[in-house]
DNA sequence: CTGAAAGCGCTTACAG
DNA sequence: CTGAAAGCGCTTACAG
């Protein structure tokens, strides 16, 4: 491997120059520069990572640490966390180190690669809400990065969606086209996000929603069609109109309860989920075509990577939080409200 | 953070000393040795990785890559490598970095994770025959060890199960208890493992099979299933009166098609399944409990991560080469051959 | 605009 | 048994 040394031998030029060269400092010569970058291009040159992280201090290797669900359902997350953002990653020479964790302490997954001291920062996935990671590693002050927020007042990076937006977006839609007897097929409760929607769609529903039309789920398809079947089976009181759900699987799911029912999507039901892009289940892939709040997880791999390393940078929190709003596409599980389902609650429960 | 130099300041010794005694050079004084340890421990002294590295001329990160493959096969083993690989290699002050592949070039993902030039070595899994990888890898010189083995004159580091034994003790088994149609439930046909299963399995058969009951599936129930249904509705000729699966995910496939079809197990069907003990699908989870060859993929964990270690350090690769006999735990899926079905095939296909 | 020098934290021949 | 010194390949004040 050719050295920073060899090339200035080349030349006859002192290493420091050849460095400020390659490493674009302005005052070089730019004849030198071009000179210098040749050759390190002809002698195959590449800069010794190991070298600079030692003189820079950092170790250029940033952890995730990805809980195991029993449910699985991080299985899909995970691929296009390793994909999307190892990538980035790399684009600013970066490595990312992953680690499985199974216990149940929340941080001390966290500890436990800390203390092998080679990591310059961690990307937290997954938030509850007052999450315990962000406490522990601002007081060891490790820099992080979260996908999605915890809540308003949050004093350290993140990238996420508007989770209110998703609801609110989506009950607008639904109104607008006369639904008022709505369910909220969520995501699980413990997860901020989660908590967020139900937010998000209380204030933004037009009447007051009955408890039992809000529950929270994994993203499964199982779950969704459980749920659904439920609801529209029509034993808790007069069916929903309109269904909300937190992720496409679970939409996927509420169509075959609507199919075992012999519900047509959309005539007598109209369907919305999330979207968060994974290739596994498609929104166009459903027929009718699901109407959807897209927001692709893969978008937040370049933010993530890019606000991550602006905290190890030191740059001030306040300049690397990003909130999202997701896309509303239409599409054609969203119809208007059938003509005999137009008040909210026809009676109250049977 | 202490460094050798901080030691050797409280101590009034040279950092020579220091990093001597910490590294248990025979040599140092055993009474120095321990007041350094003291020290050391006092001091919460951690050695700096990156420098060490810059002065051993490694990196202490290993690669690998993993296929994502459209039907998801991968997500189980995934996880199990994450968590038991980065485990084994922690242990070895060696990180594991991960990417995904989505291309179809074999060995792209690789020339691409070496052009950064930061990896001390890679591991390879899910060989095929004639892997592409190996050749690439030995040219260039590239340390790797292999999760199982593309043949018999394997010149490069492996730790592999004997996929033959797999199939010559399940097959010994059935055919003890007088099981002559046995059918082979087996894995995706262009991978390694699959072919020498397929191998064994004919190899130890007492009698010949038929073409049409040996078949190559993912590892997955609705594989599984769909397979058992064909071959238990009897459409293409008497029906085998025992299954192999290659994975217990395809032998829950096969119950439920015997359950649909009202053919009791093991009474009319006999089941064994090879149990890469992964969590998700425990053998003995199963109605009736299912008899397996049984070899836990975290088991190859540590051994791989001791051989691509060895593979640095230049060890030769005949001593870091492994196969593994997988353990035939007898369940109660098996049973012997129902008394109207012992010639292997009545008459010829119907 | 360029160079000589110090230093990041460690390891390891070479002396003694 | 211990120390002084060189060196891994880079970056970056400090001079000129």
Redo the contacts between chains.
């Keep these: 491997?050719a050295t920073l040394k060899d090339i200035g031998a080349e030349l006859g030029l002192s290493v420091a120059t050849v460095s400020r060269a390659l490493n674009g400092f302005p005052e070089v010569n730019s004849q030198t520069r071009e000179k210098v970058r040749q050759t390190a291009e002809r002698l195959g040159y590449?800069p010794?990572?190991?070298?600079q992280?030692?003189v820079t201090g950092r170790?250029g290797?940033v952890g995730m640490i990805?809980k195991?669900n029993p449910d699985?359902s991080s299985?899909q997350t995970?691929?296009e966390v390793?994909?999307g953002l190892?990538a980035a990653l790399?684009a600013r020479d970066t490595?990312?180190?992953?680690?499985?964790d199974?216990g149940t302490d929340p941080v001390a997954a966290y500890a436990r690669m800390l203390e092998?001291?080679?990591l310059d920062g961690f990307i937290l996935n997954a938030p509850v809400p007052d999450d315990p990671r962000v406490a522990f590693l601002q007081s060891r002050n490790i820099p992080f990065v979260m996908h999605g927020t915890t809540g308003e007042a949050a004093d350290y990076p993140f990238f996420a969606i508007d989770n209110h937006a998703v609801s609110r977006d989506a009950v607008n839609l639904l109104a607008a086209l006369g639904h008022r007897r709505i369910a909220l097929l969520n995501g699980e409760q413990r997860y901020a996000f989660a908590r967020d929607r139900a937010e998000g769609f209380r204030q933004a529903m037009p009447v007051p929603v009955p408890d039992h039309f809000m529950a929270g789920h994994p993203p499964s398809e199982l779950a969704g069609y459980a749920q659904a079947l439920t609801w529209l089976s029509g034993q808790q009181g007069p069916r929903p109109t309109a269904i909300l759900c937190s992720a496409t699987p679970q939409a996927a799911g509420v169509y075959r309860a609507a199919k075992d029912l012999s519900i047509r999507v959309p005539h007598d039901l109209s369907v919305v989920a999330h979207d968060d892009g994974f290739p596994?289940m498609p929104a166009t892939g459903f027929a009718p075509p699901l109407t959807v709040t897209q927001a692709p997880f893969r978008d937040a791999c370049e933010p993530l990577a890019s606000a991550l390393l602006g905290c190890i940078e030191e740059r001030p929190a306040r300049d690397l939080q990003a909130t999202l709003r997701a896309d509303l596409v239409l599409r054609n599980s969203t119809g208007p409200v059938p003509q005999d389902h137009k008040t909210p609650w026809p009676n109250s429960q049977s």
Tied chains: 1, 2.
């Design positions: 491997m590449r010794n990572r190991v070298a992280r030692l170790s290797m990805v195991l699985m299985d995970f691929f390793v994909a190892s790399a490595d990312l180190v992953l680690a499985v199974q092998r001291d080679i596994q």
